[in-house]
């Protein structure tokens, strides 16, 4: 009997030690980073009850199997068997019926948490996304302009409605405790609170192919009047771009065209805009060639006609952009110097 | 020539053609593209063919494997060569990029696989019995000591090593793989696969997501094999049979898998594919032909589970010996039912689910592109309807060599026996219900998703059934730790921290964070070594005696362990720690400011220190064959009917039948054991 007595103690002590090394890594109480929406509280508290849980299971088991390792060890030399024991029905009862109790209880739990994190403000602020391969792009239509990044207002619940213009991708912001695919044919829904100011990402956590791994766009989560500020700005910014370069800018964020060729000499996933007009571009085949209008309305149309050194084919998708809005973007392209 | 080992002439072999083949892929290659491509995939293939089968022609000669792998060369080049002539006269492009053209890749594909087939012999008999032809039931042998391996042969015994050494095989290759791209991953930015790589036609990223995708799937047949490997060998002598129900389907569900392994493999230098193992479409539709191979190879290695499973479940049914009523079944029997039963009915949705996308990409049929009214989540739906029940087929023949273990080494009865047994059967039954749950982010039915965490979360009541019992086992046991016991404690602890890091996952609310992170790598990594890897090995070190007459050196097999069980704690406990961090699953890179460099780098050396004590296990694997200590007797005091008789096994099992005349388990009884040998029955001629 005593050992029961001694295995029961060690099981309670050793829930508490495993509990309180996974607190030391900081992992018990909260998930990492830190939590920025009002959603992620709930799955903070969800997994903290989790944390306990696993804890006394891990106990409930290794303690025993360790305490029998070192107390039953046949001696040296002894051939003798153990106990004749074949099982104890009531007990093999019991440790059915415990654990599915534990289980609907945690199942609810889960349950109401989902619910919870997934309570609709009818004054939700409705913002578009589409997602292509690498890139995001988000779509404000109350004011009816496009951005590459991410700007919400803090405490203001936003629906993000999400469309895919090639593969699956999903929507993830390690911050929001929240992750919702995006898949082509389909509208999905990401229904967010921001509660904490800062700057954060949008990652990208389905494989979508080569660049997944950088299919990351900033996310900025401000104070209601820096956000007013920041779209007074970019309305601003979309009523000055009535010129060739302006349409032709605007065209190169909305068709996603920024997150994989950048404006500054940045190595993305293509090639650089920045001085790339009129310079000279070498190609995988040996070759080079002079990036003049056609070449670059070649290029955009059928990419894998001439492709430049280092970068690989049959990475960058189609676009149905008319003549103009092609010869717009490379207006936009010779700004770039 | 004949003073060489075979081996090194294999190797010498595998050199020559190799370069033979790589040269004439790139003169092929040549032709078709007018520029010399040095890591092209053309000449990679080719290369890859030719030393392939060069080796076993330089090890076995011209017969068996060799005559199956020349067959499958020659017939894929027959079928591409077809179809790439109707082509032609159709008007299309006859040769593409990668010399065939995609229509070309998968029917040679195809047709190569049937004449492996064919090649090897595995169809003789059957294409007799067609002709009318008899052939004898046992077959006489044709081939002595190692080389009966190489062969086809009907016996379940030989049949088991070969899975298992084809396991151990593409386990190997499967383990390099991940070391690549793990070595990639020890620090944030791109080291060695940058965008400036080109190797078989794929960027540094590109190449980094074939090695990815094809480390998940080339361990996922291997384990497949692995199973089938012990359950092949052990089960037949389990229950007292000769062989199994049907020797030549055996055969051939074994050697169907040696096509799809080398399909597999090509897949990587055919262009590769960038999708993770579950190919989810519409992302799996525009990869390259790698996409094709990889889908044919997991199509023709189905066929293998499905027809193997079939005939465990024969054999269990009608081969039982006298008295083995259902509660005298060894557990590992129940265990292999339970595994049959979800081989036999769920293997077909994984193939048809990459049939379907294998025909969108070749005839335009839009299954799931939505632009033809197809549906990319119902692929998923599909194909994880196979492959969540799967994992149970991976875990529940190695939680059945756990049970069956335990009680030798402890020398008590197995806990509640009747329990374990139906908490196998219950596991089966619950994974059945359960695959939405690796959806809960795809965008379906969002409701659903409660009813599939309230079924996901029921597994956990069978599961826990296993580990109480296994606890109550070893209470008060006579408990020694010989190398087999370690590994069966490895993994019923590993496999705890599997099950421990499951419910997380399983809990919508926290797995709309967990999921696609490392979080999933790390918990996935722990049911899998807990329910596979470790018992794998607890099963090689407890039935190689029987095998091959000789021990595995105890020392080497202690250092195996000790060196592999805390290299693997720190290795998923780092995965999980940086999942948990943000690290998201699949990514060549990973954001600096994440901070997770350092985890990263640490959990990089616990991998390589796993390697290095498989390459132990390895070494201590063939040197034990020829230089093992001769196994006396019962090497490990077991009531079970193979340690009954001299090892090796004999070649027809047991001379005289058995009869089960009390528990399976039942030490500490005091009884006659488990089996008695029956004496045949006096002559009644007169």
């Known amino acids: 009997m005593y050992h029961f007595v001694i295995v029961g103690v060690l099981v309670i002590l050793m829930t508490i030690l495993t509990y309180m090394g996974i607190d030391a890594v900081g992992l018990a109480r909260h998930m990492n980073p830190v939590s920025a929406s009002a959603q992620a509280v709930f799955v903070d508290q969800m997994w903290h009850w989790e944390i306990w849980v696993i804890s006394f299971l891990f106990s409930l088991i290794v303690v025993p199997l360790v305490y029998s390792l070192i107390f039953f060890r046949q001696k040296k030399g002894e051939m003798k068997d153990g106990e004749h024991v074949e099982g104890n029905t009531q007990l093999e009862i019991a440790w059915t019926i415990m654990p599915l109790i534990i289980v609907v209880i945690f199942a609810y739990f889960g349950a109401y948490t989902l619910g919870e994190e997934r309570r609709v403000d009818p004054n939700a602020m409705v913002i578009n996304v589409k997602a292509q391969q690498f890139t995001w792009t988000f779509e404000y239509p109350q004011y009816g302009f496009f951005s590459s990044e991410l700007h919400l207002p803090v405490d203001q619940q936003v629906v993000l409605k999400m469309e895919s213009a090639d593969v699956i991708h999903s929507f993830w912001v390690p911050e929001f405790r929240l992750k919702q695919d995006v898949v082509p044919g389909r509208t999905t829904e990401y229904r967010i609170t921001p509660d904490l100011e800062g700057s954060y990402k949008v990652r990208c956590a389905e494989l979508c192919g080569t660049s997944h791994a950088y299919m990351e766009n900033p996310l900025v989560v401000t104070s209601q009047a820096d956000y007013d500020a920041w779209v007074q700005e970019q309305i601003a910014i979309a009523a000055a771009s009535k010129t060739p370069e302006g349409q032709g800018k605007v065209l190169a964020t909305s068709n996603g065209c920024v997150g994989c060729h950048s404006a500054d000499g940045t190595k993305l996933t293509g090639p650089t805009w920045f001085d790339l007009f009129g310079s000279e571009v070498p190609l995988a085949d040996g070759t080079t060639t002079t990036a003049d209008e056609a070449y670059l309305a070649e290029s955009i149309k059928d990419p894998n006609v001439k492709v430049v050194e280092g970068f690989p084919a049959n990475v960058m998708p189609a676009f149905s952009l008319t003549d103009e809005e092609i010869s717009n973007i490379i207006a936009y392209i010779k700004t770039l110097k | ?686």
Do not use: C
């Not at chain 2, 370069?19 to 890591?39: E, N, P, Q, T």
């Not at chain 2, 290795?571 to 985890?599: Q, S």
């Not at chain 2, 090796?648 to 009884?671: A, Q, T, W």
């Open chain 2, 1 to 686: 020539m004949k003073n060489i080992k075979p081996f090194w002439r294999g190797i010498l072999f595998l050199v020559v053609f190799g370069a033979v083949g790589y040269g004439l892929g790139l003169g092929l290659d040549f032709l078709m593209v007018k520029s010399l491509r040095f890591s092209g995939p053309v000449p990679s293939v080719f290369a890859l063919l030719f030393a392939f089968t060069a080796f076993f022609l330089g090890v076995f000669g011209f017969r068996g494997i060799t005559r199956g792998l020349v067959w499958q060369v020659l017939g894929t080049l027959v079928g591409g060569l077809l179809v790439a002539g109707i082509r032609a006269i159709m008007g299309l492009p006859a040769f593409g990029d990668f010399f065939f053209t995609e229509p070309s890749w998968v029917f040679g594909a195809l047709t190569g696989a049937i004449s492996f087939l064919f090649g090897v012999g595995v169809l003789d008999d059957w294409m007799k019995w067609t002709r009318g032809i008899d052939t004898p039931d046992e077959h006489e042998e044709h081939y002595h000591g190692w080389e009966k391996y190489f062969a086809v042969s009907l016996d379940h015994k030989v049949i088991g090593v070969q899975y298992t050494v084809t396991a151990l095989l593409l386990i190997s290759i499967g383990g390099l793989f991940a070391l690549i791209f793990r070595s990639e991953l020890a620090e944030s930015q791109l080291q060695f696969l940058t965008t400036n790589l080109n190797l078989f036609s794929q960027n540094g990223p590109q190449l980094y997501n074939s090695l990815m995708s094809l480390h998940g799937m080339i361990m996922i047949v291997s384990i497949l094999l692995g199973t089938a490997g012990f359950i092949n060998y052990v089960v037949p002598l389990l229950l007292g049979a000769q062989d199994m129900a049907f020797p030549r389907l055996n055969a051939f569900s074994y050697w169907v898998s040696v096509p799809a392994a080398v399909l597999l493999l090509m897949s990587l230098f055919l262009g590769g594919f960038d999708t993770g193992w579950t190919g989810y479409p519409p992302l799996s539709a525009r990869a390259p032909v790698g996409m094709q191979m990889f889908f044919l190879g997991v199509f023709v290695a189905g066929w293998s589970s499905i027809l193997g499973s079939l005939n465990v479940l024969v054999t269990v049914v009608r081969m039982r010996a006298k008295g083995m009523t259902a509660w005298r079944l060894p557990i590992l029997v129940w265990a292999a039912v339970a595994t049959g039963l979800i081989a036999l009915t769920a293997t077909q949705l994984i193939g048809l689910s990459f049939q379907l996308v294998m025909f969108q990409r070749l005839f335009g049929m839009g299954f799931f592109d939505p632009a033809k009214g197809g549906n990319p989540v119902l692929f998923q739906h599909l194909f994880w309807f196979y492959s969540h029940p799967a994992v149970y087929v991976f875990v529940l023949p190695g939680l059945g060599v756990i049970s069956e273990l335990l009680p030798v080494f402890v020398r008590k009865p197995l806990f509640g026996y009747k329990w374990i047994a139906m908490s196998s059967l219950g596991i089966a039954l619950v994974g059945f219900v359960v695959w939405a749950h690796h959806m809960f982010t795809s965008g379906m039915n969002e409701y659903l998703r409660i009813p599939f965490m309230y079924s996901t979360l029921l597994v956990a009541i069978p599961t826990g059934v296993k580990f109480f019992s296994w606890v109550a086992t070893m209470w008060k046991g006579k408990i020694s730790t010989p190398t087999p016991m370690l590994f069966v404690l490895g993994g019923i602890v590993v496999f705890l921290m599997g099950g421990l890091s499951g419910p997380p996952n399983a809990i919508v609310s926290t797995d709309l964070q967990l999921h696609d992170t490392y979080f999933i790598v790390g918990h996935f990594h722990d049911t899998i070594f807990g329910g596979f890897v470790f018992p794998f090995f607890a099963a090689i070190y407890y039935w190689f005696p029987k095998a091959t007459g000789r021990r595995m050196n105890e020392t080497l097999g202690k250092i195996h362990f000790w060196l592999m069980t805390p290299a693997f704690f720190v290795m998923t406990f780092g995965m999980m720690y940086v999942g948990l961090l943000g690290m998201r699953r699949r990514i060549v890179d990973y954001d600096p400011a994440l901070h997770l460099d350092a985890t990263h780098f640490v959990v990089t050396i616990a991998a390589f220190l796993i390697a290095l004590s498989v390459l132990i296990f390895f070494f201590n694997f063939f040197n034990s064959i020829k230089n093992g200590e001769k196994a006396e007797g019962n090497v490990w005091n077991s009531r079970s009917p193979e340690w009954q008789v001299p090892s090796p096994m004999p070649v027809h099992n047991y001379e005289k039948p058995l009869e089960v005349v009390g528990e399976p388990y039942g030490y500490g009884s005091g009884d006659d054991g488990y089996i008695k040998f029956v004496e045949p029955a006096v002559n009644a001629h007169k």
